[in-house]
């Protein structure tokens, strides 16, 4: 690890300040960080830590929830609002890491946590874009069985490991953020991006921005929602496929539907193809299940990670299924 | 069942001797396997006569928490790198990162002038040493691989060391070493199996050809009316001990000290003594305790560097390898390649037994993943063609891990005996019990102990097996498809001679027994305590044990499950010293005095005559009307030859039930019955503990386990905890174990050892059950979803 | 501020680099707590931060100032054990003990997390006050490897300190 300076934040004007120069780098719980600059990954001449910042988690005026960006992983998954409106959310949460990473990781160090490839770890050993702009990508033709296979390029194959963010982009989280020169809102699903040719380049932040906190619209059906996570083993391990959904079934059609998808791609994957296909259909497993499909229809698959297109069809029919079951 | 002719004072030389006497031998492979047919006259087999200590009741078995307990559990047991040394220094490593050729330029200008650095030391600077031997290569090998450790520029590993950097903090030593640029001279390697195949060589493990040929397999094959005949292959796997490699290193004086994590102490003392040309006297390594070991916490390359760079700054050194360096270092189990083969006839005897297959090697070592040792064992077969072929590659070395070769072997083999069963329409155990066989199908040799149909039968009653005829039983339970599957277990009695202790009684009434054992979680301590308490007829409380120290007499290595057989037999032999001492200072004219050891036992903390137990002086008495304060004896045990008239191994029957997810194909476990017939069991608790262990990690094995070797570089690409998945706990469901607890007769204290067996048969057994529930046969390891899938 | 460790204030390193773990381990000889794989992939680092369980190694000693520091060389006197630890020696639950003090900090911590009703992965309903059973607790131990597969005595030790029964 290179030497660094550490400062502590005690209010959001005084991270971006100290956040600004351009080697600077925000510390939240450091579950991601601390672990990349051991890897010689991350190489920050500054740290702040800004898990002294907010970490309230209250009702907005519409009726939403506002969650400061230093509200640990497990404070969200555990509030009473969120289990209650916005349960995927707990959910998600909660198959994510373990406890203790839980209690550590911040709600806004979550969002920005870089993906597990092991081409992107092996700073000596392996070529990879994201880390050496240029160099190549050894993980395609490599071990990339936890690879993307939609939005991906020929430039890089990576993940996206968040749990957090798949229901988020379900529920159209918006991302407040703040700069030395001001402060903006943003939706979630246009934070993350994909690889395209520059992957290096992995959010629309600028340099130096801040995420001060995350907001969550009102959205009643999000209170019959589910997060569904298929892994290697039953715990703590990073997802092949994920699948956040809500469903609103009326008369046995659907009429509204919200899904996203973990694991497949370099960003949380809103899955609007298929949510358009489903609106107004009959809520049946079939027609779950050939919405999926639709929406996979586009994936490109690698040595190791042909299932997945099958998988997470098979997995947001099962997911859709058992919503639907429940309303019936 | 007394022998004094071994025994000897000064153990430290007549150890040393005994090592360079003769070969390390495997007891149970040191018979000659290439017999056509069972040749061994019955008529000269030796009279058995069974160990005393077996009949007499109580302490033996009875259920004891571990003594090193309230140590663990309150942090303060000190491992290898919490020894903390003055002026210490810590080392980083740097690993290189093309599988074969040389260096051509190292640049450590950077690293040597950052802060905190006391030393860089690459093949240009370190001292003149010697190859490390490998284990099994000589009598007292430890080493991974003979490659020599930074003496030149060449690479033979892309992950091999090739600079260390010392520095007053790990912090700035991990800072310092990633400043240092290595520029490479490749070379043409080999890192594809496929292509190191065309180089195939008949493969020895332990110094015996893996190959066993009994008539014309084939032809046997052809001929039977119902076969199988079937693929597997099996990735690499990883021990991933939860402490990582480390030791701390000072030279004080002319004498090496090693605070090392090791299950091998007498061996990597020897070892390290010839690579730096002195005394293995002069090398003081210990490990009272290992973080676990598996068989990977053996003698690898860092222990030389940090001795070497200990050497050069003239500082001690903390050498915390770090969990990527474990994995580009440190080796673990072969991948292999295996073809099960099984020719019966109507009845389901085996006619024809095939099992042959490859796994790479590298030419620096003696290891070859020996996996068709259960094959040679389990079944009888009237024609047989049983072989491995080793293919070298040029990669980290592959090495010993929990169950070498029948870990992966049995999986083939007993997923392999489940097909055949069901193509005969006849229920997996009726085909077991059909092939048992009356002798050692390989060798020809009368079993010693052999309780694989005991098994079955406590197994099958316990699980609540249900038989079947060639029809799958698997149900749906909800979003669940459930199934149960059935395997057979088998692992060699092992029993490498060296063994020797220092026994003290002291004029309290209590014992002390000193020997060079290990303690990487197996509980030697509480079970050595056990056999000297029940040996010397004395309370367990007191008796007090000190192992964990190479300075301490004897070799038990803790490997091939064998440690505590060892201890046993060294144990009787100090019994039968202790006798003899404790008759020459029983005062003339009593009854005792001058008796030999045949005429005395120990009994009630004291001697008797054997004849008359009655007539019995407690040790206290004795040393207090001798005068004396203690008294020492040192014993060497007798050299094991039990195997070389007896077929000794151990059996189990490991049964299972898989629950397959019908939407996603996720695999979990929800029960396990695992019953063993491993001779006596010495101590419920820890031996049961021991099971389950094993079981576990044979599901991680079957489940999740693989060492992902990217065969474009020769390089390890899942080098960390987080993406080599073992088993949580959430996939480890309660593990029902149970044991014959037959005696094996010719196995001191009736025990064969119980670490590994359980490593065996669990992962056959989910495979089997995931069939039932799914009617999937998955025959490349690891079953992972995608498999199920299609 | 200090760091509280065990009770007692410590000063931050002035190496922004050192570890938590570390500071423990390397500088102030308090052992007990494990390094594994010094990357949040094992758990054997676990330590209460503000009773919280967390990993030593992902945490910097400077985040840690003036937060309270309990390591497992705390939480019993010299010469007698915690409940917990008594607990783990009466199922059996290690073997080479290396994950153990972690498993034990977690375990201690895991009840208060279930005492206040906190949900798991695994809990039925969200709404519902979970309950300690057998797979509430493993899947709340999971980021805790034991590599020797003591895992049931781990599990119901920590079982019978969770429902109170020890």
Redesign the interface.
């Known amino acids: 690890m290179e030497l660094f300076t550490y400062e502590r934040a005690h209010n959001p004007e005084a991270a971006v300040i100290a956040g600004a120069p351009s080697r600077a780098k925000f510390l939240g719980g450091g579950t991601n960080l601390v672990d990349l600059m051991r890897e010689g990954i991350e190489r920050p001449s500054a740290l702040v830590d800004v898990t002294g910042l907010s970490q309230t988690i209250v009702e907005t005026a519409e009726g939403g929830l506002l969650i400061g960006a230093a509200a640990s992983n497990a404070a969200v998954a555990e509030h009473r609002l969120v289990r209650n409106r916005y349960p995927a959310l707990s959910r998600a949460i909660l198959a994510g890491a373990s406890a203790q990473i839980r209690n550590m990781a911040t709600v806004g160090g979550n969002i920005l946590q870089r993906t597990r490839c092991r081409y992107f770890y092996d700073v000596n050993g392996a070529r990879c874009n994201k880390r050496d702009p240029g160099q190549g990508c050894d993980a395609i033709g490599g071990f990339n069985r936890y690879h993307a296979v939609l939005g991906t390029s020929s430039h890089c194959i990576a993940t996206h490991p968040s749990d957090m963010c798949i229901p988020l982009v379900a529920f159209d989280a918006i991302v407040h953020l703040a700069a030395n020169g001001g402060s903006r809102s943003i939706k979630l699903a246009e934070l993350h991006r994909d690889p395209g040719d520059t992957p290096q380049i992995e959010t629309a932040l600028d340099p130096g921005e801040l995420i001060t906190a995350i907001e969550l619209p009102p959205l009643a059906l999000a209170r019959r929602s589910a997060y569904r996570k298929v892994r290697d083993r039953a715990s703590y391990a990073f997802a092949l496929i994920s699948v956040a959904a809500a469903l609103h079934v009326d008369d046995n059609r659907v009429t509204d539907v919200r899904l996203a998808l973990g694991g497949v791609a370099h960003k949380p994957w809103r899955a609007l193809i298929a949510e358009r296909a489903l609106v107004g259909q009959p809520a049946t497993y079939d027609t779950f299940l050939a919405a999926a499909r639709a929406e996979l229809r586009a994936a490109q698959t690698q040595r190791d990670n042909a299932f997945k297109p099958e998988l997470a069809a098979r997995t947001i029919a099962a997911v859709l299924r058992t919503l639907a079951e429940e309303q019936a | 069942m007394t022998d004094s002719k071994n025994l000897g004072k000064g153990s430290s030389i007549t150890r040393r001797e005994a090592l360079a006497g003769g070969a390390i031998v495997l007891g149970a492979i040191a018979t000659k396997p290439l017999s056509a047919a069972p040749t061994t006259s019955h008529s000269t087999v030796p009279k058995t006569v069974l160990d005393p200590l077996i009949e007499r009741p109580g302490q033996l078995g009875t259920p004891r928490s571990r003594r090193d307990g309230p140590l663990k559990v309150k942090g303060g047991a000190r491992y290898a790198a919490e020894h903390h040394l003055k002026d210490m220094t810590y080392a980083a490593l740097v690993f290189s990162t093309i599988a074969r050729g040389s260096i051509s330029e190292i640049d450590s200008r950077d690293a040597e002038t950052s802060p905190g650095v006391v030393l860089v030391m690459t093949h240009l600077n370190a001292p003149r040493m010697g190859a490390p031997e490998p284990f099994l290569a000589t009598p007292t090998g430890a080493s991974g691989s003979s490659h020599p450790v930074m003496q030149d520029a060449e690479v033979f590993w892309n992950g091999q060391p090739i600079a260390v950097v010392l520095a007053e903090t790990q912090e700035q030593a991990d800072r310092a070493a990633r400043l240092i640029q290595i520029t490479y001279q490749a070379k043409t390697s080999v890192t594809r199996f496929s292509e190191a195949k065309q180089l195939e060589t008949v493969a020895t493990f332990g110094g015996e050809k893996l190959q066993t040929v009994r008539g014309d397999a084939d032809a046997a094959l052809e001929a039977a009316p119902v076969k199988i005949d079937v693929s597997f292959s099996s990735p690499r796997h990883n021990h991933n001990q939860i402490e990582p490699h480390a030791v701390t290193v000072a030279w004080q004086g002319k004498t090496l000290r090693m605070y090392d994590c090791n299950q091998g102490l007498s061996l990597t003392a020897a070892t390290i003594a010839k690579v730096f040309g002195i005394e293995p006297a002069q090398v003081h390594v210990s490990a009272e305790f290992v973080g676990g070991s598996f068989g990977g916490k053996t003698l690898w390359q860092y222990h030389i560097v940090a001795a070497a760079a200990a050497k050069l700054s003239g500082r001690p050194v903390r050498m915390n390898v770090t969990r990527e360096g474990v994995f580009r270092m440190c080796g673990g189990r072969a991948p292999t390649e295996q073809r099960v083969a099984l020719g019966a006839d109507k009845d389901g005897r085996l006619k024809a037994l095939i099992h042959t297959g490859f796994t790479p090697k590298i030419q620096q070592n003696a290891m070859t993943e020996p996996f068709i040792e259960a094959t040679q064992r389990l079944y009888s077969s009237e024609t047989a063609r049983i072989e491995v072929r080793a293919a070298h590659m040029d990669m980290l070395s592959n090495t010993f891990m929990r169950a070498p070769g029948s870990a992966v072997g049995t999986y083939a083999l007993e997923t392999a005996m489940d097909e055949l069963a069901e193509k005969l329409t006849i229920d997996p155990i009726e085909l077991r019990l059909r092939n048992e066989p009356d002798v050692d199908p390989t060798n020809g040799k009368r079993f010693s102990q052999r309780g694989l149909v005991q098994a079955y039968q406590m197994g099958a009653e316990r699980f609540g097996w249900i038989p079947r005829k060639g029809q799958r039983l698997g149900r749906r339970e909800g979003e669940w498809l459930v199934g149960t599957g059935v395997a057979s277990a088998y692992y060699p009695h092992y029993h490498f001679p060296g063994g020797a202790a220092r026994v003290t009684i002291t004029a309290d009434g209590k014992l002390l027994v000193e020997l060079a054992a290990h303690e990487q979680g197996v509980g030697a301590a509480t079970t050595t305590a056990i056999i000297a308490a029940k040996r010397f007829g004395i309370d367990f409380e007191d008796v007090e044990v000190r192992y964990g120290d190479s300075l301490l007499p004897g070799s038990h290595p803790a490997g091939g499950s064998q440690q505590t057989a060892s201890i046993g037999a060294t144990i009787l032999a100090a019994n039968t010293a202790m006798i003899a001492e404790l008759a020459k200072i029983a005062p003339q004219g009593t009854p005792w005095a001058g008796l030999s050891s045949t005429g005395l036992t120990t009994v009630r903390a004291g001697i008797a005559l054997t004849e008359r137990p009655s007539v019995h002086i407690g040790y206290k008495e004795l040393l207090a009307r001798a005068g004396l304060q203690a008294i020492t004896i040192e014993a060497d045990a007798a050299t094991p030859t039990a195997a070389e008239t007896w077929s000794m191994h151990s059996y189990g029957a490991v049964f299972c039930e898989a629950r397959v997810n019908a939407d996603t194909r996720e695999l979990r476990v929800s029960r396990v019955t695992g019953v063993y017939d491993c001779g006596k069991i010495l101590n419920a608790k820890t031996a049961a503990s021991q099971f389950r262990g094993g079981i576990i990690m044979s599901l991680g094995l079957a489940m999740m386990e693989e060492t992902q070797f990217d065969e474009r570089t020769g390089r390890i690409i899942n080098a960390s905890m987080a993406e080599y998945h073992m088993p949580v706990h959430l996939d480890v469901p309660l593990i029902d174990v149970a044991w014959t607890d037959i005696p094996d007769p010719h196995a001191p204290t009736g025990a064969r050892g119980v670490g590994e067996i359980s490593m065996n048969g669990a992962s056959a057994a989910l495979a089997n059950a995931v069939y039932d529930a799914t009617g999937k046969r998955v025959r490349d390891l690891p079953i992972t979803l995608d498999k199920l899938m299609v | 501020m200090p760091i509280i460790i065990n009770g007692h204030d410590v000063a931050a390193p002035a190496?922004?680099?050192?570890?938590l773990l570390?500071l423990l381990?390397?500088r102030l000889?308090l052992?007990?707590?494990?390094?594994?794989?010094?990357?949040?992939?094992?758990?054997?680092c676990?330590v209460l931060i503000d009773g919280?369980?967390?990993?030593s190694c992902?945490?910097?000693a400077?985040?840690c100032d003036g937060h309270d520091i309990t390591?497992?060389?705390a939480i019993?006197e010299v010469d007698s054990?915690h409940p917990l630890?008594?607990a783990?020696?009466?199922t059996?639950g290690?073997?080479?003990?290396?994950?153990?003090?972690g498993q034990?900090m977690?375990g201690i911590?895991?009840r208060g997390?279930m005492q206040r009703g906190?949900?798991?992965?695994?809990?039925p309903r969200?709404?519902d006050v979970p309950e300690a059973s057998?797979?509430e607790?493993?899947?709340?131990?999971?980021?805790?490897?034991?590599?020797?597969?003591?895992?049931?005595?781990?599990?119901e030790a920590i079982s019978s300190y969770v429902r109170g029964t020890l």
């Open positions: 190496d922004p680099r050192v570890s570390d381990r390397e000889d052992t007990g707590t494990k390094k594994g794989c010094n990357q949040g992939a094992c758990g054997a676990t919280q369980r967390k990993l992902l945490s910097l400077v985040q390591t497992i060389e019993s054990l630890q008594a783990f020696i009466e059996d290690f073997q080479c003990g290396y994950c153990t003090p034990i977690s911590a895991l997390e906190a949900p798991s992965h695994v809990t969200l709404e057998n797979e607790i493993r899947e709340r131990m999971s980021g805790n490897i034991c590599r020797c597969g003591a895992n049931n005595g781990i599990i």
